[in-house]
């Protein structure tokens, strides 16, 4: 309980005194006398309380109060004059209040701890009446806990000078965490606080892997290798392959963020290291995971085409269980985290879009020796971080093969609909291919569709007319198929991970010979899938999506160069969070700036070797504060001050 600081503190010692300044969303503390008699009602079902109050300055406003009428009007008959937690709301001109929260007496004048809670599971006043009940005996044990972990670095005393809190105990820092003597004694407090768990974070980053042994594995079939390809590699893949194979060839078991963004050429970097790999002495085995069956069978087909030499072998959901799995090289899908796969350890294993896969997944073929290199266009924020504080290597690809561009735009409701519709209209017209992702494949039964006469519209009108209205709310394929197929008929396919294998192939090769020409499917096409003829996509509720998997989407268009356009379309309101995260992404194509923007944004999650939590609290010295980048910057001197002497021992 200790560890689960409050997320702000309501400054009761410092009310409103003016209801005119009060904050149109977040609830601020204002003391109100009640002017009326509270009159009970309802508002579109829901129960309601209305009265007139005054402020301390005179002003008189009428006040709404949600929730329990009985038990508010009970309360409001017990006082005159009360605090309250309350927001402003204008309309035509005139100011009105709604109440959140009557303060409890014992606060007034104090600052208030509100602590995270589930909403519609514990109410903030309970969660605030559970942790400081147990305060006292929570402490101590975490000073215990903290004492332990962090003096394997140095000795508190010293490591909280170093972290600006110079005179203090961990008893007192956690107390003023919680229930501080003043607004600059708690922010100091919460932030020591962060910077202890960021210290932690890595100490538990950095802790070895135990039993990891030396591998050297020869590389001197690289070059032979690289004149197998079809094409000559760009600057930036023959850096990659040449600093790969270096470290292969060091011998100490090496982890590798291949951080390339989407069409810098990963595929042919990776397939020349691990042709180099099969083909060195002693045997030598490579382990390619790929996130779904269509990738992997496009990897197997550009690896066998490129070294038609080798014995390398796909594995999916499909292949038989009897099936020799003894090749130095396989290339599958989950399916190769469930088959035996011989007796003999992978030197390598190659992680294809490590987002796509947990931490036990990607490792669960790493023997002591084995080098483990991963692919990614958009770090995950724990391999950000990982990358940023010296946990694993990064090799980074910037260069595309042929140059590109994106031009994205957010079209926000019905007008942003139009607006989208009348862009894409000729250029469908014109023999375009089209992908639409939606986020869900059917339809929820019964759910309206206030918005399906935007496709529908389009059969009746003329094609240079703009459509009146946007497509389903929820967006589904298969609501969306009839629409589609009625404005366009014998052009749209449809595409779902539900779909079998054959399907998925039958129906990317009418995208591909341009049979069909608009495609309508689920994020299916997220990764690695190539298009050569796409150069426009329609993303559906964008904001549903994380940055990653909107940049993989995105790299879907202009894989051949050329300009790439993206379309955001967002029926439903966002709030300021997810406008924010959009019109980021819409800003910038560079997938290394969109992960540093998402590790800022999600925070670093557990950065211990053995944790799975890849982005938020690393809920192991903090519960429910972000791993922050801010605070990891902050400690990272004194890391390095204290953990040198430590790793040459």
Known sequence: MALLLPDHHDDLASPIQDARDL???????????????????????????????????????????FGDTREWISALHEVSHAYFMAVAKVWNDQIYLTIEELVESEWVGKLRPHYPARRQQIAPADARATVLKLLPQAIPRAVEFLSDELSRLAPISDLLTDLGAQ???????????????????????????????ALGALLRMHSTNVGRKPNPISMADVPNRISQLPWALTGDQQRAVTEIARRLEAGAPAHIILAGDVGVGK?????????????????????????????????????????????????????????????????????????????????VVVVDELHRWSRAQRELHVAPGTHLIELSATPIPRTQALVRYGRVSVIEMRDTPFPKSFITTLHDGREGARALF????PAIRAGDVLL?????????????????????????????????GGIDDRHSIERAKTRWESAFPGRVVTLTSDDDDATKSEVLQKIRDRSAQILLCTTVVEVGINLSALYRIVIVCPERHGLMALHQLRGRTARNGGEGYCELLCPEPLNDEQRHKLQTFAATSDGFALAEYDLRRRGAGDLAPDSDRQSGADNAFLFGTKLDIDALDDVAPVWRRWADPLSQE
Not at 40 to 55: E, I, N, Q, W, Y
């Open 422 to 425: 009348e862009a894409i209209t």
């Open 23 to 65: 904050d149109t969303k977040e609830a601020r503390p204002i003391g109100l006398r009640v002017m009326s008699t509270p009159r009970a009602s309802f508002d579109r079902g829901r129960p309601k309380v209305t009265l007139t109050v005054k402020d301390a300055v005179g002003g008189e406003y009428r006040a709404t109060i």
């Open 167 to 197: 005179g203090w105990t961990l008893d007192q820092i956690l107390t003023q965490a919680h229930v501080p003597q003043s607004a600059d004694h708690g922010h100091h407090a919460h932030t020591v606080c962060r910077r202890l768990a």
């Open 267 to 347: 595929t042919p970097t990776v397939a020349v290291i691990c042709a180099a790999v099969a083909s060195a002495p002693g045997n030598r085995r490579v382990l390619v995971l790929s996130p779904n069956t269509l990738l992997a069978e496009q990897l197997h087909r550009e690896f066998s085409s490129f070294f038609p030499d080798l014995w390398i072998r796909l594995v999916t959901g499909d292949t038989p269980a009897s099936a020799d799995l003894t090749a130095p090289i396989l290339i599958g899908t989950s399916a190769l985290l469930h088959r035996p796969t011989g007796e003999t350890a992978f030197d």
């Open 436 to 468: 639409v992702v939606y986020p869900k494949r059917e339809a929820s039964a019964g759910t309206d569709d206030p918005q399906s006469s935007l496709i529908e519209g389009r059969a009746r009108r003329e094609v240079t007319q703009a459509p009146s």
